[in-house]
């Protein structure tokens, strides 16, 4: 006699990080390092490409958008500038959002890296990509959103008032789990002599009244003044700022940022990969004490 029993089909856990940040913050280079990282310790990850000038690849994209669509066609079929046309083509797979899908079903694979488009503005006000992912999200991707800008805006404070507004806008307008990554942490070396302050200061966004009193308000005038106190106040009221050092070059600074990501997405709690109490500990919030952080990730930095 059959038994009633049906197998049932299980799917693995998908995931993804969505790298975005403004023109120069090295988003490309990260997703070709991180790609190599992820797969030297044994997870399979490929990268997407969404961004539909990016003709400069360093990685090979498991899905192109270029196939899609590119801002050179939208340019010359409707008279549009750069940052229009590119506006278009994100809108434009917003409408094709089934294509995206399937080149994403087709794939053998469950972590998926998103290179995003530089235009801030797809970030903090248009709202294509947000709805694109949040239909990935609806279909069981677990994604958190990787936000890179470069390190040497820590020199100046109002570069850096800047930065800390933009990435605030851009977690609540994205909706999903973020983190902040200060790119290109090398750079940090050129520009210690210019730091009014220790690295920490900026990683973990501590007392900003602090950067307001050093900054040289002379050209700009009190109400500069009042409007960067302005936007520091509403950024610590949230207290969702802070960021993370990366140097691609260094594989400790990969693993403590894919670290950060996995916590995130919820990877580390749900994946497949065989787990042990190490594991979980080094993913776990507070398991790197803050002076092991410190001579990991700062010191070869600021020596």
Known sequence: MQSGLVKLRTQAPL???????????????????????????????????LDPANDNMEYTSAVDIMQLITVQDAMEQFGLGPNGALIYCVEFLETNFQWLLDQLKALDCNYFIFDCPGQVELFTHNNALKNIFTKLEQLGYHLCTVHLVESHYCVEPYKFISCLLLSLHTMLQMGLPHVNVLSKADQLREHEAKLPFNVEYYTEVLDLSHLL????????GKKFKQLNAAIV???????LVSFLLLDTKREQSLLRLKNAIDKANGYVYGAGEEKNINTLLACAVGAETETDRMERDIDPYLS
Do not use: W
């Open 233 to 239: 106040s509403m950024v610590e009221d949230y207290s």
């Open 15 to 49: 995931y993804g990080q969505l790298v975005i940040g403004p023109p120069g913050a090295g988003k490309t280079s990260y997703c070709h390092k991180m790609q190599q990282f992820l797969e030297k310790i044994g997870r399979k990850a490929v990268v997407v490409n």
């Open 213 to 220: 009193e050093c900054m040289d308000t002379s050209r700009m």
